[in-house]
Nanobody, 127 residues
Framework: QVQLVESGGGLVQAGGSLRLSCAAS????????MGWFRQAPGKAREFVSA????????YYAGSVKGRFTISRDNAKNTVSLQMNSLKREDTAIYYC????????????????????WGQGTQVTVSS
């Protein structure tokens, strides 16, 4: 089991930027795809972005493509999400996630494919 701890959430004005980070421990981090999901009040948890175990492939939800960038550092066991041009509809709790299976390409990644979750970090975008 891997433990995930997020940081970097907060309050930002629309159009601003935030950077989320996730520190992982407990298993071979570099073998697993990593990603971010989010959950807004009253809504289901949804996929935001993912990066393959190698870091060579990245995936984004249509609503964030072109504004968010995911990256990972396998030497430091960290994954980050740079969020630019934030909108009010980006307001949610953001969760770091590790894939359930090693060496698995995280295309079409749903909550069912998550093996470990972080505790979540709140992102609030004001107008």
């Amino acid at each position: 089991q891997v433990q995930l701890v997020e940081s970097g959430g907060g309050l930002v004005q629309a159009g601003g930027s935030l950077r989320l980070s996730c520190a992982a421990s407990g298993r071979t981090f570099s073998s697993y795809a990593m990603g971010w999901f989010r959950q807004a009040p009253g809504k289901a948890r949804e996929f935001v972005s993912a990066i393959s175990w190698s870091g060579l492939s990245t995936y984004y939800a249509g609503s964030v493509k072109g504004r968010f960038t995911i990256s990972r550092d396998n030497a430091k066991n960290t994954v980050s999400l740079q969020m630019n041009s934030l909108k009010r509809e980006d307001t949610a709790i953001y969760y770091c996630a590790a894939h359930r299976f090693p060496n698995w390409e995280p295309s079409n990644w749903s909550v069912l494919g998550v093996g470990s979750w972080g505790q979540g970090t709140q992102v609030t975008v004001s107008s």
